[in-house]
């Protein structure tokens, strides 16, 4: 059984979601705070987090900055605040995706089910794919350069995953958005732009051949 932590200071919150995913068949914990959702993940290791952004004792935004630093368990953000500059912040610390409040039970089970198949999906799609000095292993989900291994979040994966099956091609922000997402539902192009900056800044930071953006039409990759 799959488990997914909830981390929302709002008892009324929690119960919701709680709730929904129990009859979907999904275990769970709750957090009241960002303190306690770091220790429960330590303890419990979920396989997602639903995360509020804003909370006492740590928020989310914060919350998430630590989790990345020892872990890539799937995050999804949650906000009563619906700024596109809350959705940019989250996912620049390494969210995999954002639900406002006040949110529909049945849309936020769609996106927990959306970023746990993309998990899951390593365990379909045994091809080892090579591009250059890039080597994807879809069994482990895992991506290597020159031998030495990617630390991405699932949506970052999926965008490179996405780059490298058509590593000639320039591809549009909407066919990178329907390589990334398991769901039919459309994110701003600037949400794409940020996934895509934290990407290429860890490519540029091992001294990859990176992405190129070909402006007005998308991004391809940079070929060795």
Known sequence: MQSVLVVDDDPHIREVVVFTLQQAGYATFTAANGIQAIEIHRRHAPDLIVLDILMPELDGLAVCKQLREISQVPIVLLSSRDEEVDRILGLEMGADDY??????????????????????????????LK?????????????????????????????????????????????????????????????????????RNKLDHLKTPGIRTVHGIGYRLKRA
């Not at 959306?114 to 365990?123: D, G």
């Not at 320039?170 to 039919?184: F, N, T």
């Open 99 to 128: 639900v406002g409040k006040p949110f529909s039970p049945r849309e936020l089970l769609a996106r927990i089910k959306a970023n746990l198949r993309r998990t899951q999906s390593k365990h379909q799609q045994p091809r080892i």
């Open 131 to 199: 591009v250059d000095d890039y080597v994807l292993n879809p069994d482990t989900y895992e991506i290597r350069w020159q031998d030495v291994l990617l630390e991405l979040t699932q949506t970052e994966y999926q965008l490179l995953h996405t780059i490298l099956k058509r590593p000639d091609s320039v591809l549009s922000r909407d066919a990178l958005m329907q390589g990334a997402y398991d769901i039919r539902r459309v994110v701003s192009h600037r949400t794409i732009d940020s996934h895509m900056r934290r990407l």
